[in-house]
């Protein structure tokens, strides 16, 4: 196999794949099978962060591959929407937008979005808007973040695939399973050519032990606080480029310049408050447990 785009998948695979409903699709909409923007950002993000080839794109593949039976090609699709079951392609970001706040409006907050199938409710801070949640680009990247994260804490690429799934030690086994078998179609190599360490970690050993469990649940929290903190990073000197290319077209630069002076200071301060907290947290406890050792003893 060349590349992703001239993929040729198993029958078993796309079979598998094409569990996604279809049928809110507009049929007079031409399906851009080319313009696979999850693809290229999947590629582009695996390039930047030393990912193995074609792992992010195959986990996109495993959550949204949408199988073109003309050209027998697969492609993650961007404007998916699962909740409670099989998920929905969507033709374009805004239907997928507008699905997503229906949802949202009959109180349902168990919702995938994107390329990488985000869930709303166990990662809320993951995304500004909906419509940053449905932009390939940062979907893909706080997937990236998310994937870089559950590597770091379990040592092991195809063990941070399979906890990126679910909290499930079974549903991740067959996560891993499913993951694997994309992964190596679209490398066109073979299972022993691929980076397959396990975890070194023993608590990965029996999949169903409840240690086993208890590190999957914190392997996936530190993930998601590491995820969550890029993102914000991201969107904020997203604004703050923005900030400034509007305030050097002002005619009030200087006065621009004072206020971004004053907020950056504002934000020092607040920041040195917030760091605080831990330390005064830490010293609190260490007094109550010295107090409960020896009552009568006053606080110091």
């Known amino acids: 196999m060349k590349t992703f785009m001239k993929l040729m998948v198993t029958g078993l695979l796309a079979v598998s ?22 693809h290229a950002a999947a590629r582009s993000h ?9 792992l992010l794109t195959s986990i996109a593949l495993a959550e949204t591959g949408r199988w073109n039976a003309q050209k027998k090609e697969m492609f993650a699709w961007p404007w ?9 392609y969507y033709p374009t970001r805004q239907d997928a937008i507008d699905a997503v706040q229906k949802l949202q409006s009959r109180g349902v907050t168990n919702i995938d979005v ?16 909906l ?49 694997l078998r994309i992964w190596r179609e679209v490398s066109g190599v073979s299972l022993a050519r691929l980076p397959l360490n396990p975890s070194p970690s023993p608590a990965y050993a029996d999949p ?61 301060q607040q920041s040195e408050l917030e760091n605080l907290k831990p330390s ?10 010295k107090w409960r050792k020896n009552p009568h003893t006053a606080f110091r």
């Open 17 to 38: 794949l094409l569990s996604v409903n279809t049928t809110h699709s507009n049929a007079k909409q031409p399906v851009d099978f080319q313009n696979n923007s999850c």
């Open 46 to 54: 695996e390039r930047a962060a030393a990912i193995p080839r074609n």
């Open 80 to 88: 998916t929407v699962t909740s409670g079951g099989a998920g929905t």
């Open 114 to 129: 994107g390329c990488m199938q985000i869930n709303l409710q166990y990662h809320p801070n993951a995304f500004a808007s």
């Open 131 to 179: 419509d940053q949640a449905f932009d390939p680009v940062l979907n893909v990247e706080y997937a990236k973040n998310f994937l870089l994260g559950l590597q770091k804490s379990t040592g092991s690429w195809i063990q941070a695939a399979a906890n990126y799934h679910s909290t499930s030690p079974q549903l991740n086994l067959n996560y891993r399973t499913k993951v």
């Open 208 to 268: 169903e032990a409840r240690v086993a469990q208890t590190a999957l649940l914190n392997s996936r929290f530190r993930a998601r606080l590491d995820a969550e903190g890029s993102a914000q990073k991201h969107v904020k000197a997203r604004d703050q480029m923005q900030a400034w290319r509007q305030a050097r077209t002002s005619p009030n630069l200087l006065g621009h310049t004072a206020a971004l002076r004053r907020a950056k200071m504002l934000q020092k």
């Open 280 to 289: 005064f947290a830490q010293k609190r406890r260490q007094q109550l447990n």
